[in-house]
């Protein structure tokens, strides 16, 4: 169960989570924060991985502009290996 506000004890982390480790994962996140953008694991990846269960695809929000992410040097990477 997810902590609340009130709750004692530690709130949830993705601390040590595998897939943020996974060297094409961090390829991505590295070439945006490069472009100076802010971009921030989001939506099913985090949730899954707060609840312990199985990551199949990172979303990731960012700042960045469309034609430096879908016309630019980023492309969909495949962290399953």
């Given at each position: 169960?997810m902590?609340?506000v009130g709750d004692?004890?530690?709130?949830?982390s993705l601390?040590?989570?595998?897939?943020?480790m996974?060297?094409?994962t961090r390829?991505?996140?590295?070439?945006?924060?490069?472009?100076?953008?802010?971009?921030?694991?989001?939506?099913g990846a985090v949730?899954?991985?707060l609840?312990g269960?199985?990551?199949k695809d990172?979303?990731?929000?960012?700042?960045a502009?469309p034609?430096?992410?879908?016309?630019?040097?980023?492309?969909?990477v495949?962290?399953?290996?």
């Amino acid at each position: 169960m997810m902590a609340r506000v009130g709750d004692d004890g530690p709130l949830p982390s993705l601390a040590g989570v595998k897939w943020l480790m996974e060297p094409a994962t961090r390829a991505v996140f590295a070439a945006l924060l490069a472009e100076g953008a802010e971009a921030p694991a989001v939506g099913g990846a985090v949730r899954n991985a707060l609840m312990g269960t199985a990551v199949k695809d990172i979303d990731i929000a960012t700042t960045a502009p469309p034609d430096a992410t879908v016309g630019g040097d980023l492309h969909r990477v495949d962290t399953h290996g």
